[in-house]
């Protein structure tokens, strides 16, 4: 081998033995731009971010063990971590998230979650990470819209937002979210209306949407979602009555509906499924309670309260399975309290304020 070729051979190891050892210097550099946005001015979690080598010991940050690239940035203002807990305080950190956390492209997870003072939007470009499967950046300020074009990121399977100042309306792209298993969208001031295609979402267990200012109906087509165990719309706008077809999901097991407009019927289906906590209260439902309860109806809650229900309580309730927490309160339900083994434990509260309820815990039905 000639010497020039030599040198080269040994140029190209050394070059090859850095990209292994440290992480690129443009991803380093990129990490910098990220810091440079924000303003941490108590634990300095940011102190650690020194030195060529940002997979080595930087709070927050680690790599793919193979190929050194950033893989992770886990920055979470409440934590039990010992820089917390030396502190005895919880994180604040203020400033915006930099787009030059786009430049990571091999990054999988982006946590930068409960810091109260974060701003600025969700950078667009954050749909171009082709391994993100997380997206967490709970308890913020973070404003604007959720990217249009998030349904690209066909791997994420967490996207929460919540408790920010998100506006707009929920992308249809969501949709294409095909391995989102947990959406939370909760407490911001997102608006429109649930996507009709948002049954596509195949893959969700948990979709937390309350505290927002979505209205128009539930479409039918989140019964399709099959996986899907937590369906939260409560203190919304939303209106139309609730599909039967919910009633029908297999894995269904927490519905919150509350403060909303909702009207029409309660579907039977909720009556006797494998949901355990019905929340309904504060629409505007009408109509009988169907009286279809059976073995299969076990309810940790049940609250049909605020509603425009009338007619008795049904019979049937009593062969409920177990209720454990009911409210039937403020509506225009008459007649006798069916006796049951598990409403020995309800109190009176649970019964008031309906035109002419009667027997226990409320007064002695009047015999004719």
């Known amino acids: 081998m000639s010497t020039s070729l030599l040198i080269t051979a040994v140029l190209v190891t050394l070059v090859a033995g850095t990209a292994v050892d440290g992480c ?23 102190d650690s971010w020194t030195g060529n080598d940002c997979c080595h010991k930087w709070y927050g940050v680690s790599c793919d063990p193979d190929n050194k690239r950033v893989a992770d940035i886990n920055l979470r ?25 786009c430049k990571l492209k091999w990054l999988s997870s982006v946590i930068i979650a409960d810091w109260k003072g974060i701003s600025g939007i969700i950078p667009k470009c954050i749909t171009s990470l082709p391994f993100l499967r997380i997206l967490d950046l709970i308890g913020n300020q973070i404003s604007g819209e959720i990217p249009y074009d998030i349904g690209k990121l066909s791997r994420l399977s967490v996207l929460n937002v919540a408790d920010n100042r998100i506006t707009g309306r929920m992308p249809r792209s969501i949709a294409n979210l095909s391995s989102l298993m947990h959406l939370d969208l909760r407490n911001n001031l997102i608006s429109g209306t649930i996507p009709r295609n948002f049954g596509k979402l195949r893959m969700l267990s948990r979709a937390l949407l309350s505290g927002n200012r979505i209205y128009g109906q539930i479409p039918y087509t989140i019964s399709y979602i099959y996986r899907l165990s937590d369906l939260d719309l409560s203190l919304n706008r939303i209106s139309g009555s609730i599909p039967e077809s919910i009633g029908k999901m297999a894995v269904l097991a927490t519905l919150n509906l509350d403060g909303n407009m909702i009207s029409g019927r309660l579907p039977a289906t909720l009556m006797n499924s494998g949901i355990s906590i019905l929340n309904v209260s504060r629409n505007a439902i009408e109509g009988n309670i169907p009286d279809v309860f059976g073995r299969r109806s076990y309810f940790m809650v049940m609250d049909l309260s605020h509603n425009n229900l009338k007619g008795p309580v049904p019979r049937s309730i009593a062969s409920a399975s177990y209720i454990g927490h009911l409210d039937l309160s403020n509506n225009h339900l008459c007649g006798a309290i069916p006796a049951g083994s598990w409403f020995e434990h309800l109190e009176a509260s649970s019964f008031v304020n309906n035109d002419c309820l009667c027997g226990k815990p409320l007064k002695t039905c009047k015999v004719d």
């Open 24 to 46: 690129p210097p443009a991803e380093r550099a990129a990490l910098l731009a990220f810091k440079a946005a924000l303003h941490e001015p108590h634990l300095g979690i940011f």
């Open 77 to 101: 203002g409440e934590s039990e971590d010992p820089i917390f807990q030396k502190a005895r305080r919880t994180g604040y950190m203020n400033g915006s998230i930099s787009p030059a956390i």
